[in-house]
Nanobody, 127 residues
Framework: QMQLAESGGGLVQSGESLRLTCVASVRNFHWYGVGWFRQVPGKEREGVAVIRSSDDSIYYGDFVNGRFTISKDNAKNTVYLQMNSLKPEDTAVYYC????????????????????WGQGTQVTVSS
């Protein structure tokens, strides 16, 4: 059973940066499609960024607008989300997700297509 452990959340001011890290406890991590999702109370979980397993294609949510970068290090079983120019509306709990072989679709798949989830890390951006 895969486990995902996120870290790196915190409280920052508008315009600052954070780097989220997600470490997976599994072999053959390169087989997995991975992604970052976020959720605020009362709203559905939304996709932030994903990496498709078949060809490492990357997709971002429309709201990202070049501010975030997702990356994956298969040798370290780790996925990163570098978030720059953070805004108060980025405040949410951020979750790392993975599944194998992963949705082979263009764009960000629905969150329900991912089987494994981390516990979440809170990101709070003050104005």
């Amino acid at each position: 059973q895969m486990q995902l452990a996120e870290s790196g959340g915190g409280l920052v001011q508008s315009g600052e940066s954070l780097r989220l890290t997600c470490v997976a406890s599994v072999r053959n991590f390169h087989w997995y499609g991975v992604g970052w999702f976020r959720q605020v109370p009362g709203k559905e979980r939304e996709g932030v960024a994903v990496i498709r397993s078949s060809d490492d294609s990357i997709y971002y949510g429309d709201f990202v607008n070049g501010r975030f970068t997702i990356s994956k290090d298969n040798a370290k079983n780790t996925v990163y989300l570098q978030m720059n120019s953070l805004k108060p509306e980025d405040t949410a709990v951020y979750y790392c997700a993975a599944t194998v072989p992963g949705p082979q679709v263009d764009g960000i798949p629905r969150y329900s297509l991912y089987d494994y989830w981390g516990q979440g890390t809170q990101v709070t951006v003050s104005s």
